[in-house]
């Protein structure tokens, strides 16, 4: 969404932001469930709006129940609010990201394939946001060197 002349509207774009932002991913079953089960609740809302049902964002996952589009600082709202009701610091949405890579580095995945998963354009990117995983990754060569030493 942009604003123009104080007003917001959407603006749709059907590319990405770069071309390494192009690519396949699995499809995790659980994702895959959820999918599914928004389709059929879309179908079921679809007949029961009737011609009141917004068809102008068919091509689109998440939409509230009558068809609209959801706004996107509605997730970001949202998210907060999660946080905030869970007792956790603040964080923005976008730094899931950075969780994520995280996660995946703290269990051994190789920088190029976090990279691949994050679509960035080559593995230096990743390295220099990232690199303070390798920190991590050092101090766990480090217990086990302490490990073998303690023998």
């Not at 959820?34 to 609740?41: D, G, I, R, S």
């Not at 995946?104 to 220099?128: C, F, M, P, Y």
């Not at 991590?136 to 490990?147: D, G, Q, R, S």
């Amino acid at each position: 969404m942009s604003t123009v002349d104080g007003k917001y509207q959407i603006v749709k774009r059907d590319r990405a932001k770069t071309r390494s932002s192009i690519r396949t991913l699995p499809l995790f079953k659980r994702v895959e469930d959820k999918l599914n089960l928004l389709k059929n609740e879309i179908e079921e809302n679809k007949k029961f709006f009737g011609n009141s049902y917004n068809f102008d964002f068919e091509d689109y996952i998440c939409v509230l129940p009558n068809g609209n589009l959801i706004r996107p600082d509605y997730i970001t709202g949202k998210f907060n609010f999660v946080l905030k009701k869970i007792g956790m610091p603040h964080i923005r949405f976008h730094d899931l990201r950075h969780s994520c890579a995280a996660l995946q580095r703290r269990e051994g995945v190789e920088l190029a394939d976090i990279s691949e998963w994050l679509g960035h354009s080559n593995v230096l990117v990743t390295q220099k946001i990232y690199a303070h995983f390798e920190n991590v990754k050092h101090l766990k060569t480090a217990e086990i060197i302490a490990k073998q030493l303690a023998k």
